[in-house]
């Protein structure tokens, strides 16, 4: 009988235990983001603080108009609000597919010809634009087999290629066309 209290006991604090590692991990934030998301506030505050200043400045306009008594011209000095235009803050979008561009675009650079039986990991990084393009999730083997060759002749009579299997620059580049669309 003792024994099962210390068991019922341990999976308890185990459970426990596990709740408060489990609740840690997925509310804390890294101190990158932590830092990021205060800088946005920051920056949010000063944002309004100063459209809030810009409201309270009036726009002063001259106007001179002709005295008929004396020739001389009479001042008057008008003050209108300002109208103030925001302007959206544009940011760059962020390609989902950015790390696979930078991968295609380094077989670029490198000169990389991709025939039948090849291997390696620029087979690999074929065969995650292949899952991509094809929307599934087949298996990244790093062999450049009959089944990614069909798959890449498929994509290369789409975009009006050679369609003969032999992955080159042309291609490349039409892959990389492709994900930034």
Request: hydrophobic share 40%; net charge positive.
């Amino acid at each position: 009988m003792e024994t099962f209290k210390s068991v019922i006991f341990s999976i308890l604090i185990l459970t426990i235990f596990g709740a408060v590692v489990f609740w840690s991990v997925t509310t804390l934030q890294s101190g990158s983001g932590f830092l990021a998301d205060q800088k946005i506030k920051q920056l949010q505050t000063e944002n309004d603080n100063l459209k809030k200043e810009l409201k309270n400045i009036p726009l002063i306009q001259t106007i001179t108009e002709p005295n008929q008594d004396n020739n001389l011209p009479i001042v008057k000095v008008v003050t209108t609000p300002t109208v103030t235009e925001t302007k959206p803050v544009v940011t760059p979008a962020v390609n989902k597919n950015q790390s696979l561009i930078n991968e295609i675009q380094n077989l670029i650079n490198k000169k990389i010809v991709i025939k039948l039986k090849a291997t390696g990991t620029s087979v690999g990084t074929l065969q995650k634009f292949l899952n991509v393009y094809n929307n599934t999730i087949n298996r990244i083997d790093n062999d450049y087999g009959k089944t990614s060759q069909s798959l890449m002749i498929t994509f290369q009579k789409a975009q009006n290629l050679t369609a003969n299997g032999e992955v080159n620059v042309d291609t490349f580049n039409k892959m990389i066309d492709w994900l930034n669309k």
